[in-house]
């Protein structure tokens, strides 16, 4: 009997490792955002920052961004731009760019955007702005 175990993993068990990377996830995104960007999100509960981050994530992989650094980084942006800062429309064909791996199309953004432009989507960063883009989250 020196075969080899075969593992079975059921669907169940692979979601809950797949929810429990998630949250771990969000938790070191959250650790992040209060590390270094302190005062973006002073004054947030945990329990909005968690729900603003996810959000974000959920924004971010909708561009296909699926490297954690950049997922951290498009919900660092939100944070410190706006929390719609990708549907600007000097931003969005940026994101959303076929010719650009997703995860290489926020590279040197800061830098590529006009200043002007980071002015424009940096009206839209207060809390209006965030209760109205999650809506329905």
């Not at 603003?52 to 731009?81: C, D, M, N, P």
């Amino acid at each position: 009997m020196g075969g080899s175990a075969v593992w079975l993993v059921r669907k169940a068990q692979l979601e809950a490792l797949r929810q429990a990377a998630e949250e771990d996830f969000t938790k070191r995104v959250i650790a992040f955002l209060k590390e270094q960007s302190a005062d973006d999100v002073a004054g947030l509960s945990d329990e909005e920052l968690n729900k603003r981050v996810k959000f974000g994530l959920g924004r971010a992989r909708s561009y296909g961004i699926s490297s954690e650094s950049s997922l951290t980084f498009f919900v660092a942006l939100q944070f410190r731009k706006s929390p719609v800062f990708d549907r600007h429309p000097a931003i969005h064909p940026i994101l959303t760019n076929d010719r650009v791996k997703p995860d290489e199309r926020l590279e040197g953004i800061l830098e590529r955007v006009p200043a002007q432009t980071w002015a424009e989507v940096e009206r839209f960063r207060d809390e209006r702005s965030w209760k109205r883009a999650m809506e329905g989250v």
